[in-house]
C-alpha cells in the first residue's frame, strides 16, 4: 500500500495588494448596510487599504450578476464580491429572485475567471436575516470578503505555480 502525500494548497488571508469590487443591493438596505460594513471591515482587517477596494449599489439582488460581470470585465478587480439580502414573501417572488442571483454570480465567475463570492443572504424570515447580517451574530458580508482573499490569494498562486511548470509535467501538451 502507497501512503499518499498530496500536496494543499490554502490561499492565504492577506489583502494586501489585491484589488476587490463590492457589487451590493439597496434592497432592505437596513441589513445589505450591514453586510457591506462588515465586508470592508474584513477587507481591512485583511491588509487592503481604501483605494484597493470600490462599491458598485444595484437596485436589487437580481441586478447583482451584471453588475459583478462588468466590475470583473474591467479586469481591474481580483475579486469581486456580491452582497444583498432576499427575504422569502408569500409568492413565488423570492425563488426566481433568489434562484437567478446565485445562478447569474456563479457563471460570472465560470466567464471571467474571477472569483465572485456570493455574499448573498437569502432567508425564509427578516429575524433570520438579522441573525445573518451581523446584527446579532455572524456577518455574511465579513465571511464572504475573506473568502474572497483567500480565493484571490489561491488563483494567483494557481497561476504562477501553472506559468511556472507549463510543458513539464506534460511535454506533449502545447
Known amino acids: 500500500m502507497i501512503n499518499l502525500q498530496p500536496v494543499i494548497h490554502r490561499g492565504k488571508t492577506n489583502a494586501e495588494g489585491f484589488r476587490f469590487a463590492i457589487v451590493a443591493s439597496r434592497w432592505n438596505d437596513f441589513l445589505t448596510s450591514k453586510l457591506i ?18 462599491i458598485f449599489m444595484v437596485p436589487g439582488a437580481f441586478e447583482l450578476p451584471l ?45 471571467t475567471g474571477v472569483p465572485v463570492m456570493f455574499g448573498v443572504v437569502t432567508t425564509d424570515t427578516v429575524e433570520q436575516a438579522i441573525n445573518r447580517s451581523g446584527l446579532k451574530a455572524g456577518n455574511k458580508g465579513f465571511e464572504a470578503a475573506m473568502a474572497a482573499v483567500e480565493v484571490a490569494n489561491l488563483y494567483r498562486e494557481m497561476t504562477a505555480t501553472e506559468n511556472k511548470g507549463k510543458g513539464k509535467a506534460f511535454p506533449h501538451v502545447v
Not at 465586508?39 to 470600490?54: C, F, H, N, R, T
Not at 432576499?86 to 466567464?111: C, I, M, Q
Open 37 to 54: 460594513d462588515g465586508a470592508v471591515d474584513a477587507l481591512s482587517s485583511a491588509g487592503a487599504v481604501e483605494a484597493d477596494v470600490e
Open 67 to 111: 453588475a459583478a460581470l462588468k466590475a470583473a470585465q474591467t479586469g481591474k478587480f481580483d475579486a469581486v464580491i456580491a452582497i444583498g439580502v432576499v427575504v422569502r414573501g408569500e409568492t413565488p417572488h423570492f425563488d426566481y429572485v433568489a434562484g437567478e442571483a446565485a445562478k447569474g454570480v456563479s457563471s460570472v465567475s465560470l466567464e
